[in-house]
């Protein structure tokens, strides 16, 4: 026998219901969509100022081992910095020359500022001048010792110094009349720089002049002179790159693209030497992105050195500060 069951009808959504649905799942979407185009833009906004920092963290990174061993183990004051440098008369070593014919400035101390000139006004009435570019004469630790008894050495003696171990011959070499910094050298506790005249055959041994009387202390360590260059080409143009150049031993090489701009300015009271960068990010926009002052970078107002071409960029402005301790 069969029996039959009466079936209740079912019942739909009503269009009440499916629009207000619509309506949350409308809301949801463009919700969701604002915040994934957020998410992007902050990602895209961060990872470019990333990249832009990266690059000033590495141009600060190569001129901070120059700058703290600006001058050490030569005189800081220009007369006296002039002097030391040339050696001799037959032939005369002269590396200032060298050195100015390198630059074209008349560079006479360790920490030398030329180029292009801003002075700019303090809150206080002091003055602050900036330079587009910049020259370090230092010198680089070699962990080699001076032999035997301390040196007293005077302009007319030629010594023979005998070392712990070999100079490198990619960093020292004997000096001849057209000058460059690796015929150079001098050593911890001295304050005069030394010209290499001779070098033995297993490089252990050196022949050195020098310009004035000095002391060489026993187990002195031999120190490489140096001389650095740098600076931006094309500040604020369309393709600006960060140079350094190992001035009279190679040319200037590249050492970061995207740095739009340096200033270099150095206080001669405290001997702080202050690197100012306005770095690029790697997105250059159909339209100025950056209007305004660059937060951090000391040029603002109508002194502001911000081209048009920077402001097509997202802009970062860094800078950091040393103690020249020589």
Not at 48 to 72: I, K, P
Not at 251 to 272: I, R, T
Request: net charge negative; hydrophobic share 40%; proline share 5%.
């Amino acid at each position: 026998m069969l029996i039959r069951r009466q079936l209740k009808p079912r019942r739909g959504f009503t269009l009440t219901e499916v629009l207000i649905a619509v309506v949350i799942l409308s809301i949801v979407s463009i919700a969701a969509t604002g915040l994934f185009f957020a998410f992007t833009k902050h990602f895209e906004q961060s990872s470019d100022l990333t990249a832009a920092r990266q690059r000033g963290e590495m141009v600060l990174s190569r001129l901070e081992t120059a700058v703290l061993q600006a001058g050490l183990s030569m005189p800081n004051k220009t007369s006296d910095f002039e002097k030391v440098f040339v050696v001799g008369t037959s032939p005369k070593i002269d590396l200032i020359t060298a050195l100015r014919t390198a630059t074209g400035s008349v560079w006479n101390e360790p920490v030398y500022l030329y180029g292009e000139k801003f002075s700019v006004t303090n809150a206080d009435g002091s003055e602050t001048e900036y330079f587009r570019k910049m020259g370090i004469v230092y010198c680089l630790s070699s962990g080699i010792g001076v032999l035997e008894d301390e040196h007293d050495i005077d302009v007319n003696k030629q010594p023979v110094l005998k070392l712990s171990a070999a100079c490198p011959d990619n960093q020292v070499k004997a000096a001849t009349s057209a000058a460059t910094t690796d015929g150079w050298v001098t050593f911890s506790g001295c304050q005069t720089p030394f010209v290499v005249k001779e070098i033995s055959t297993d490089r252990k041994e050196l022949t050195v002049m020098i310009s004035k009387r000095d002391l060489i202390p026993f187990f002195a360590e031999l120190q490489y002179v140096r001389a650095l260059c740098a600076y931006v080409d094309s500040p604020g143009g369309t393709s600006p790159h960060f140079y350094v150049e190992d001035v009279t031993r190679s040319p200037a090489q590249p050492v970061s693209e995207g740095v739009s701009q340096v200033l270099f300015s150095f206080d001669d009271d405290s001997n702080v030497l202050t690197v100012h960068l306005l770095v690029r990010g790697n997105r250059k926009f159909p339209g100025e992105v950056t209007s305004g002052d660059v937060p951090g970078w000391p040029l603002t107002g109508t002194d502001t050195t911000v081209t048009s071409e920077d402001r097509h960029y997202r802009l970062v402005a860094m800078s950091a500060s040393w103690r020249v301790r020589n």
